[in-house]
């Protein structure tokens, strides 16, 4: 089995998911109960900081650990694949 970046912070990357996932419910209750715009945005909004933020660990992780420990000849593969994930990430919205 292969070990992952965040294989060491695993369990608390799961919590964090399983409490955005709440959060996520919440929403879906809110929008079922017709509650204001506003709010059911602003639940949206710290939805999407705290997909961020996890992301942002995944990729410190995968850099420390993928990226720092590859082979020399896959080290500008592994760069450019994880300024390709920023990419992604910046594009979002």
Same mark, same amino acid.
């Given at each position: 089995m292969d070990t992952r970046g965040y294989t060491a912070t695993k369990d608390q990357l799961l919590k964090r998911l399983r409490r955005?996932?709440? %959060? /996520?419910?919440? /929403? %879906?209750?809110?929008? &079922?109960e017709d509650r204001y715009c506003i709010d059911v945005l602003t639940q949206i909004s710290a939805i999407q900081a705290a997909l961020d933020k996890v992301? !942002? =660990? /995944? !990729? &410190? &992780? @995968?850099? @420390? *650990?993928?990226?720092? *420990?590859?082979?020399? =000849?896959? %080290?500008?593969?592994k760069t450019d694949e994880v300024m390709a994930a920023v990419a992604r990430l910046m594009r979002r919205g």
């Open positions: 955005i996932e709440g %959060q /996520v419910r919440g /929403v %879906q209750g809110m929008v &079922d992301a !942002l =660990g /995944v !990729l &410190d &992780d @995968h850099v @420390h *650990h993928c990226v720092a *420990h590859a082979a020399a =000849g896959e %080290q500008s593969e």
